[in-house]
Protein backbone atom coordinates (compact mmCIF):
# COMPACT_ATOMS: atom_id res chain seq x y z
CA UNK A 1 0.00 0.00 0.00
CA UNK A 2 1.24 3.51 -0.36
CA UNK A 3 -0.75 6.28 2.24
CA UNK A 4 -3.78 3.68 2.57
CA UNK A 5 -4.04 3.16 -1.02
CA UNK A 6 -3.89 -0.15 -2.63
CA UNK A 7 -1.78 -0.58 -5.50
CA UNK A 8 -1.71 -2.85 -8.59
CA UNK A 9 0.77 -3.93 -11.22
CA UNK A 10 -0.41 -4.48 -14.64
CA UNK A 11 2.51 -5.79 -16.98
CA UNK A 12 1.76 -7.67 -20.19
CA UNK A 13 4.31 -10.56 -21.28
CA UNK A 14 4.65 -12.48 -24.16
CA UNK A 15 6.91 -15.46 -24.29
CA UNK A 16 8.74 -14.67 -20.56
CA UNK A 17 8.84 -18.32 -19.22
CA UNK A 18 12.38 -18.05 -18.75
CA UNK A 19 12.49 -14.94 -16.77
CA UNK A 20 8.90 -14.25 -15.13
CA UNK A 21 9.78 -16.14 -11.97
CA UNK A 22 12.53 -13.95 -11.28
CA UNK A 23 10.74 -10.59 -12.54
CA UNK A 24 7.95 -11.53 -9.94
CA UNK A 25 10.41 -12.29 -7.56
CA UNK A 26 11.47 -8.86 -7.23
CA UNK A 27 8.47 -7.06 -7.17
CA UNK A 28 8.24 -4.89 -3.84
CA UNK A 29 6.00 -5.95 -1.38
CA UNK A 30 3.87 -2.04 -1.04
CA UNK A 31 2.70 -3.92 -4.38
CA UNK A 32 -0.98 -5.74 -3.27
CA UNK A 33 -2.11 -6.97 -6.27
CA UNK A 34 0.38 -7.53 -9.41
CA UNK A 35 -1.52 -8.93 -12.94
CA UNK A 36 0.35 -10.54 -15.76
CA UNK A 37 -1.64 -10.33 -19.34
CA UNK A 38 -0.26 -12.93 -21.52
CA UNK A 39 -0.52 -12.18 -25.19
CA UNK A 40 0.21 -14.96 -27.64
CA UNK A 41 2.58 -16.52 -25.84
CA UNK A 42 4.27 -19.93 -27.83
CA UNK A 43 6.31 -21.05 -24.78
CA UNK A 44 5.26 -22.24 -21.07
CA UNK A 45 4.56 -18.39 -20.17
CA UNK A 46 1.32 -19.56 -19.08
CA UNK A 47 1.98 -22.95 -16.96
CA UNK A 48 4.64 -20.94 -15.16
CA UNK A 49 2.27 -17.74 -14.50
CA UNK A 50 -0.08 -20.67 -13.01
CA UNK A 51 2.36 -22.03 -10.86
CA UNK A 52 3.71 -18.37 -9.45
CA UNK A 53 0.02 -17.63 -8.69
CA UNK A 54 0.14 -21.12 -6.20
CA UNK A 55 2.39 -19.25 -4.43
CA UNK A 56 2.42 -15.90 -4.59
CA UNK A 57 -1.37 -14.46 -3.36
CA UNK A 58 -0.47 -11.25 -4.82
CA UNK A 59 0.17 -12.82 -8.44
CA UNK A 60 -2.73 -13.34 -11.29
CA UNK A 61 -2.36 -14.74 -14.71
CA UNK A 62 -4.30 -13.51 -17.43
CA UNK A 63 -4.61 -14.19 -20.59
CA UNK A 64 -5.95 -11.70 -23.51
CA UNK A 65 -4.86 -13.51 -27.24
CA UNK A 66 -6.23 -10.57 -29.23
CA UNK A 67 -3.56 -9.34 -31.87
CA UNK A 68 -3.75 -6.79 -34.59
CA UNK A 69 -1.13 -7.29 -37.04
CA UNK A 70 0.52 -9.66 -34.69
CA UNK A 71 0.95 -7.36 -31.57
CA UNK A 72 -1.40 -7.75 -28.26
CA UNK A 73 0.76 -5.28 -26.53
CA UNK A 74 -2.11 -2.78 -26.29
CA UNK A 75 -4.99 -5.52 -25.63
CA UNK A 76 -3.21 -6.98 -22.92
CA UNK A 77 -2.55 -3.70 -21.58
CA UNK A 78 -6.18 -3.09 -21.71
CA UNK A 79 -7.26 -5.97 -19.68
CA UNK A 80 -5.00 -6.09 -17.25
CA UNK A 81 -6.07 -2.52 -16.83
CA UNK A 82 -9.76 -3.29 -16.30
CA UNK A 83 -8.62 -6.22 -14.03
CA UNK A 84 -6.96 -4.14 -11.79
CA UNK A 85 -8.17 -3.31 -8.46
CA UNK A 86 -6.17 -1.09 -6.65
CA UNK A 87 -6.44 2.72 -5.98
CA UNK A 88 -2.98 3.07 -7.63
CA UNK A 89 -2.71 1.42 -10.95
CA UNK A 90 1.09 0.87 -12.25
CA UNK A 91 1.59 -0.47 -15.53
CA UNK A 92 4.91 -1.32 -16.95
CA UNK A 93 6.56 -3.72 -19.56
CA UNK A 94 7.39 -7.48 -18.36
CA UNK A 95 11.13 -7.00 -19.28
CA UNK A 96 12.50 -5.67 -16.13
CA UNK A 97 14.13 -2.39 -17.48
CA UNK A 98 11.34 -0.19 -15.64
CA UNK A 99 12.14 0.83 -11.91
CA UNK A 100 8.72 -0.42 -10.80
CA UNK A 101 10.56 -0.04 -6.77
CA UNK A 102 10.70 3.69 -7.32
CA UNK A 103 7.00 4.09 -7.14
CA UNK A 104 6.45 5.43 -4.08
CA UNK A 105 9.13 8.31 -4.52
CA UNK A 106 7.60 8.93 -8.20
CA UNK A 107 3.89 8.28 -6.40
CA UNK A 108 4.80 11.44 -3.20
CA UNK A 109 6.24 13.83 -6.13
CA UNK A 110 2.44 13.15 -7.76
CA UNK A 111 0.94 13.97 -4.78
CA UNK A 112 3.18 17.00 -4.11
CA UNK A 113 2.41 18.76 -6.98
CA UNK A 114 -1.70 17.46 -7.58
CA UNK A 115 -1.04 14.99 -10.68
CA UNK A 116 -3.14 11.68 -11.63
CA UNK A 117 -1.38 9.87 -14.74
CA UNK A 118 2.63 9.98 -14.53
CA UNK A 119 4.09 8.79 -17.62
CA UNK A 120 7.76 8.09 -16.12
CA UNK A 121 10.43 9.11 -19.28
CA UNK A 122 13.70 7.49 -19.80
CA UNK A 123 15.31 10.34 -21.54
CA UNK A 124 17.72 12.02 -21.30
CA UNK A 125 19.86 8.89 -20.65
CA UNK A 126 23.00 8.62 -22.68
CA UNK A 127 23.24 4.88 -22.22
CA UNK A 128 20.66 4.14 -24.39
CA UNK A 129 21.45 3.84 -28.22
CA UNK A 130 21.09 7.01 -29.94
CA UNK A 131 19.22 5.65 -32.98
CA UNK A 132 16.39 4.95 -30.05
CA UNK A 133 16.25 8.04 -29.12
CA UNK A 134 16.46 9.65 -32.14
CA UNK A 135 13.43 7.99 -33.68
CA UNK A 136 11.78 9.10 -30.18
CA UNK A 137 12.74 13.09 -30.55
CA UNK A 138 10.92 12.61 -33.84
CA UNK A 139 7.87 11.14 -32.32
CA UNK A 140 8.13 13.76 -29.64
CA UNK A 141 8.24 16.83 -32.14
CA UNK A 142 5.20 15.29 -34.14
CA UNK A 143 3.39 14.96 -31.17
CA UNK A 144 4.67 18.53 -29.80
CA UNK A 145 3.42 20.41 -33.50
CA UNK A 146 0.01 18.56 -33.48
CA UNK A 147 -1.17 18.39 -29.92
CA UNK A 148 1.13 20.74 -28.39
CA UNK A 149 2.09 18.17 -25.65
CA UNK A 150 6.01 18.66 -25.09
CA UNK A 151 6.75 15.47 -23.62
CA UNK A 152 10.39 13.70 -23.24
CA UNK A 153 9.39 9.83 -23.90
CA UNK A 154 6.12 9.20 -26.53
CA UNK A 155 6.96 5.56 -25.77
CA UNK A 156 7.68 4.89 -22.02
CA UNK A 157 6.15 1.80 -20.79
CA UNK A 158 5.73 2.67 -17.38
CA UNK A 159 2.32 4.83 -16.14
CA UNK A 160 1.35 5.63 -12.67
CA UNK A 161 -2.44 7.09 -12.57
CA UNK A 162 -5.44 6.71 -10.25
CA UNK A 163 -8.33 4.82 -10.18
CA UNK A 164 -10.32 7.18 -11.00
CA UNK A 165 -8.95 7.84 -14.41
CA UNK A 166 -8.60 4.54 -15.61
CA UNK A 167 -12.64 4.28 -16.90
CA UNK A 168 -12.05 7.71 -18.81
CA UNK A 169 -8.62 6.97 -20.82
CA UNK A 170 -10.47 5.59 -23.88
CA UNK A 171 -8.07 2.98 -24.50
CA UNK A 172 -8.28 1.40 -28.26
CA UNK A 173 -5.48 0.44 -29.65
CA UNK A 174 -4.25 -2.94 -29.29
CA UNK A 175 -0.78 -3.20 -31.27
CA UNK A 176 2.17 -1.20 -29.67
CA UNK A 177 0.11 2.69 -30.31
CA UNK A 178 -1.49 2.14 -26.91
CA UNK A 179 1.80 3.30 -25.92
CA UNK A 180 1.25 7.33 -27.64
CA UNK A 181 -2.57 6.88 -26.94
CA UNK A 182 -2.84 6.18 -23.39
CA UNK A 183 -0.48 9.72 -23.16
CA UNK A 184 -2.12 11.41 -25.28
CA UNK A 185 -5.56 10.80 -23.72
CA UNK A 186 -4.21 11.36 -20.78
CA UNK A 187 -3.35 14.60 -21.75
CA UNK A 188 -6.23 15.31 -22.95
CA UNK A 189 -8.44 14.32 -20.56
CA UNK A 190 -6.45 15.90 -17.45
CA UNK A 191 -4.05 18.92 -18.66
CA UNK A 192 -2.53 19.60 -16.26
CA UNK A 193 -2.84 17.14 -13.80
CA UNK A 194 -0.69 15.04 -16.50
CA UNK A 195 3.26 14.75 -16.21
CA UNK A 196 6.23 13.51 -16.85
CA UNK A 197 8.57 12.15 -13.91
CA UNK A 198 12.36 10.93 -14.70
CA UNK A 199 13.04 7.34 -14.01
CA UNK A 200 16.62 5.54 -15.38
CA UNK A 201 15.76 2.20 -17.20
CA UNK A 202 17.42 -0.75 -16.29
CA UNK A 203 19.18 -3.59 -18.26
CA UNK A 204 16.70 -6.15 -19.92
CA UNK A 205 15.58 -9.30 -19.25
CA UNK A 206 15.47 -11.17 -22.51
CA UNK A 207 15.53 -9.76 -26.04
CA UNK A 208 12.81 -6.97 -27.46
CA UNK A 209 10.16 -8.06 -29.58
CA UNK A 210 9.57 -4.84 -31.60
CA UNK A 211 11.06 -4.15 -35.28
CA UNK A 212 11.93 -0.54 -34.08
CA UNK A 213 12.27 1.11 -37.49
CA UNK A 214 8.41 -0.86 -38.62
CA UNK A 215 6.97 0.04 -35.36
CA UNK A 216 8.20 3.99 -35.36
CA UNK A 217 6.32 4.67 -38.27
CA UNK A 218 3.71 3.39 -37.39
CA UNK A 219 3.58 5.15 -34.67
CA UNK A 220 4.64 8.47 -36.98
CA UNK A 221 1.40 7.35 -39.04
CA UNK A 222 -0.67 6.91 -36.13
CA UNK A 223 0.04 9.69 -34.05
CA UNK A 224 -0.93 11.87 -37.42
CA UNK A 225 -4.32 9.98 -38.23
CA UNK A 226 -5.45 10.43 -34.33
CA UNK A 227 -4.71 13.87 -33.95
CA UNK A 228 -7.84 14.33 -37.16
CA UNK A 229 -9.93 11.24 -36.39
CA UNK A 230 -13.28 11.84 -34.35
CA UNK A 231 -13.30 9.49 -31.62
CA UNK A 232 -17.23 9.99 -31.41
CA UNK A 233 -17.42 6.01 -31.24
CA UNK A 234 -14.63 5.00 -28.34
CA UNK A 235 -15.59 3.15 -25.90
CA UNK A 236 -13.82 3.61 -22.35
CA UNK A 237 -11.41 0.89 -20.97
CA UNK A 238 -13.87 0.11 -18.16
Not at 28 to 55: A, H, L, M, Q, Y
Not at 62 to 67: A, E, F, I, P, S
Not at 86 to 108: F, N, R
Not at 189 to 206: A, D, N
Amino acid sequence: MLDGRTVSLVMPCRNEAAFLEDLISEVPEFFDEVICVSNKSTDNTVEVGRRIESNEPRFKLLQDNRTADGIGYGFAHMTGINAASGDVIVCADSDGTYPVEDVPQLWHTMREIGVTFTSCTRYPDRGIPFKLQFGVKILNIEIALLYGLRIHDSLSGMWIFTKDVKSRLHLTEGDWNLSPQIKLNAYELLGPKFKELKITQKMRYGETKQSYLKTGLKHLLWIATNRFVKRSNVQPCD
